[in-house]
């Protein structure tokens, strides 16, 4: 049911990114519906964007009159940040607009000289600003900076000549004069002289045909970067006799399709004994902030499936750990056919607290993966193979042909040290080789 409305001044609302979904924090526009000069009412689709390789239609808050669109399709835009101006009235200003306003809604008390009250179109070309350290403003400022839509950190971006960094009211009146050049920058950190640099070599990349990354690979591409440079990766290697489970799996396939209508694959069984272990050494379902270790209270399963393009998605099985394994299989199916048919929605894919690849999907005998942020570590699952092997039986030992997989774990060694990853890795292979072969499906 739409919000009641209420009363509400006339003016410029601006229009944020709004929040997506969990751990998100940029999303790229595809698309505008609306137009300078068109006309739009609450909750009418404003644009779509692309949130971690899903795309969304984002509605429009309040009804008015569309002034501006600060950013065009392919823009990638922040959380938060204000990427349109709707002209609205005390008709059309809702409750929504009021949940929404900028950081800078403060009580509105002194006029700005007439000769600092122009404004400028968006820079073609965005300045770089430096944050201010000083985050305190006077009221004058403050009233001054709601006058003319100036939002908290617009006025950290600008530059300063009071004492001890302080904001003057000159420095905010030839700011505005300037055309607010720091408008729409992101702020960038004091460079780090410890910091490493990526040395400036030139290689030589030779010739051929050039392939256009697409809207999903560059954002794979950007998250998978970020993954290495932020995370200490260590890999650890298992290998598991699956003998028993795929022997368990080839008998009651059938008649598990027969009874519950769902395909039975390896990936049910599979996720069913990682949330096990996952119960087990709950430090595995962590995340890192900063100094600290956010460690999960929900067990949700991300699965890395390929889409036709080539591309990788990772859709979210929830609460992994209180499913049985009829609910693991009719989740995973479904989930792999909207994969496939690119109809995963942002709720299928957030959430996630650990992460398994099935790189012996594609015939791979091993893998090493790269953590799904921010997660702390993510789980690779070779090829089942038929392998002469050792045994032990009560006769001694002999050669018997089983059904083999390696398993390997990447983990984050800021959070997780040797001890704790190569015995949650080694607990999920445990499962899997003492697998009930009695089991009643």
Do not use: C
Not at 48 to 58: C, F, L
Not at 77 to 96: F, L, P, Y
């Amino acid at each position: 049911m739409k919000e009641n409305k209420i009363p509400a001044y006339a003016g410029n609302y601006e229009f944020k990114m709004p929040k997506l979904g969990e751990s998100i924090t940029e999303a790229a526009i595809i698309t505008w519906f609306k137009n300078v000069g068109d006309t739009i009412e609450e909750d009418e689709m404003f644009l779509e964007v692309a949130t971690d390789k899903v795309d969304s239609e984002v509605p429009s808050t309040v009804s008015g009159i569309v002034e501006e669109l600060l950013y065009k399709s392919n823009d990638v835009i922040k959380i938060g940040e204000v990427i349109a101006i709707i002209k609205t009235d005390s008709r059309t200003s809702t409750s929504k607009s009021k949940k929404n306003v900028t950081s800078s809604v403060v009580e509105k008390s002194q006029k700005v000289k007439p000769e600092a009250q122009k404004t400028t179109k968006r820079p073609k070309q965005l300045a770089v600003a430096s944050q201010n350290n000083n985050t305190f403003f006077s009221p004058l400022i403050i009233s001054i900076a709601k006058e003319q839509h100036i939002s908290f950190e617009e006025l950290a971006r600008i530059p300063v000549t009071g004492k001890k960094g302080r904001l003057r009211k000159s420095d905010l009146f030839q700011y505005i004069k300037d055309g607010r050049p720091y408008k729409f920058v992101q702020t960038i950190a004091s460079q780090d002289p410890t910091a490493y640099r990526i040395p400036q070599l030139k290689f030589d990349l030779g010739k051929g045909k050039i392939v256009e990354m697409d809207r999903m690979r560059k954002m794979i591409a950007d998250h998978m970067v970020y993954s290495k440079h932020t995370s200490p990766h260590v890999t650890a290697y298992v290998e598991a006799d699956l003998t028993d489970l795929v022997n368990w799996r080839n008998i009651n396939k059938t008649a598990f399709q027969e009874k519950y209508g769902e395909k039975l694959t390896f990936t049910p069984l599979f996720v069913e004994a990682v949330a096990k272990a996952v119960k087990d050494f709950p430090m595995i379902n962590a995340s890192v902030d900063g100094d600290k270790i956010i460690v999960k209270s929900a067990i949700n399963i991300g699965m890395a499936t390929a889409l036709p393009s080539g591309n990788l998605i990772v859709p979210v099985v929830k609460n992994a750990d209180k499913k049985n394994l009829k609910q693991l299989a009719i989740e995973i199916n479904t989930l792999v056919s909207k994969a496939r048919e690119n109809k995963l929605s942002g709720d299928d894919i957030k959430g996630g607290t650990f992460t398994i690849s099935n790189v012996g999907t594609f015939g791979s005998l091993m893998g090493t993966p790269i953590i799904n942020q921010p997660e702390v570590a993510i789980l690779a699952m070779g090829i089942i193979k038929k392998r002469p092997e050792v045994i032990t039986i009560e006769k001694g030992d002999e050669i018997a042909i089983r059904s083999m997989m390696y398993l390997s774990l990447s983990f984050d060694h800021r959070a997780v040290d040797g001890h704790l990853g190569g015995s949650f890795l080694r607990r999920v292979a445990d499962y899997l080789e003492q697998f009930d072969i009695n089991r009643k499906i």
